[in-house]
């Protein structure tokens, strides 16, 4: 089975600090993504990565950055946290020409900004 | 601009019955139409999902029906079990790997 894993499943963070969320995939995808899980929001995008070194902005990426250093890993930067970034973080990666198989989703990480 | 509305919000099924899960979206250009169901502390997981090309998947107890003109697309679970009890998600993307725009999700519980 495809593995995604989040470096933390819980972060307690400052306003004002600069945040590292890590992800890793161990099947060579080559798509990964960064959502943010809100209850009645549903899951919105933030960035996303085809390639290494490569990133595109998702629906809601102020206040964001990433970084894909190498294919299994993809990082989601909080530039200085505020307290509107509370939230689930779920990463996600694919692959081209799988057929149906889609996404695999992390199990997320949930961050608190005080 | 939301592009895929989901609805109901939340559900409540008795088991044994049907459970119905409703979307709409807007962008024309959409062919890939993927249900997620996430169990709490965990990340949504593919149910089913369906192309434009077909009015109707089945796989188990879960069949998404598909209007391509309506432009709306359902989730519906035959026999709920309470091990269905999740949160739901519709999706919609152009092309099987490329981003999901998602619906806001529906609550579903079934009672025992």
């Known amino acids: 089975d495809v593995k995604v894993t989040q470096s933390s499943r819980y972060l307690v963070k400052r306003t004002g600090e600069k945040v590292f969320l890590e992800c890793v995939q161990d099947m060579d995808h080559e798509n990964m993504f960064w959502y943010r899980q809100d209850p009645g929001l549903g899951l919105r995008l933030i960035y996303f990565?085809?390639?290494?070194?490569m990133k595109e902005k998702g629906d809601i990426p102020e206040g964001y950055s990433v970084s894909r250093e190498k294919k299994e890993r993809f990082s989601l930067i909080l530039e200085s946290a505020s307290t509107n970034q509370t939230s689930m973080y779920l990463c996600?990666?694919?692959?081209w020409g799988t057929g149906d198989y889609g996404y695999t989703f992390g199990s997320g990480t949930r961050l608190t900004v005080v | 601009q939301q592009q895929v509305k989901q609805s109901p919000q939340s559900l409540i099924v008795q088991k044994g019955g049907i459970s119905i899960i409703n979307c709409a979206y807007e962008n024309t250009a959409f062919d890939y139409f993927p249900w997620y169901q996430q169990f709490p502390g965990k990340g949504p997981a593919l149910l089913i999902a369906i192309r434009p090309d077909v009015s109707e998947k089945k796989e188990g107890r879960f069949t998404i029906s598909f209007n391509k003109s309506a432009k709306q697309f359902s989730l519906h679970i035959r026999d709920s079990q309470p091990g269905d009890s999740a949160t739901y998600f519709c999706?919609?993307?152009?092309?099987?790997?490329?981003?999901?725009?998602f619906g806001k999700g529906t609550l579903l519980t079934v009672n025992p």
């Open positions: 999706a919609a993307s152009t092309g099987s790997n490329y981003k999901l725009t």
């Open positions: 990565s085809y390639d290494v070194k």
């Open positions: 996600a990666s694919s692959s």
